[in-house]
């Protein structure tokens, strides 16, 4: 299989409780390997462009506040299937019903503060890959 990639990033919460560290070992653990990573702090416009596919969710307000409001780190990674190995990894986007051992299960605080962020398509990594990363920032 092609190796492609994922784009995730350690959120406000995770980075908070002290768990970047823990959170990419279980990266590492998994096979992926970084392609680009910055810890960094979005602006409210920052978030609200990353997040515009949400725009109308009743949540977007909410998920634009929290995702400025601390730092982050975010990455690209690569693998054979990243994008739907990097989701089981992960676990439901709702910590409550996700998976035994799975990122989010493991550190995830809410369905807002869900610790890590995993892209949902091919299209979108790549999309979201290129809002944070140039070409030099790739490796
Ligand atoms: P993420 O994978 O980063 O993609 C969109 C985010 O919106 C999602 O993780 C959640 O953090 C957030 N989200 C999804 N549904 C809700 C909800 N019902 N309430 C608050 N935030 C949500």
Request: hydrophobic letters at 40%.
């Amino acid at each position: 299989m092609t190796t492609n990639i994922t784009f995730t990033m350690v959120k406000p919460d995770a980075v908070e409780a002290n768990n970047i560290g823990p959170i990419l070992a279980k990266i590492n653990q998994a096979g992926f390997k970084i392609e680009a990573m910055k810890y960094m702090r979005l602006s409210k416009e920052q978030a609200g462009q990353f997040y515009i596919i949400h725009k109308d969710r009743p949540f977007y307000g909410e998920l634009v506040e929290y995702m400025s409001s601390g730092p982050i780190v975010a990455a690209v990674l690569s693998k054979s299937n990243a994008v739907a190995d990097y989701r089981k990894l992960i676990g439901a986007t709702d910590p409550s019903k996700a998976e035994e051992g799975t990122i989010r299960k493991l550190f995830a605080k809410s369905i807002a503060a869900n610790a890590v962020h995993g892209s949902d398509s091919d299209e979108n990594a790549q999309i979201e890959a290129d809002f944070f990363f140039s070409k030099l920032e790739r490796f």
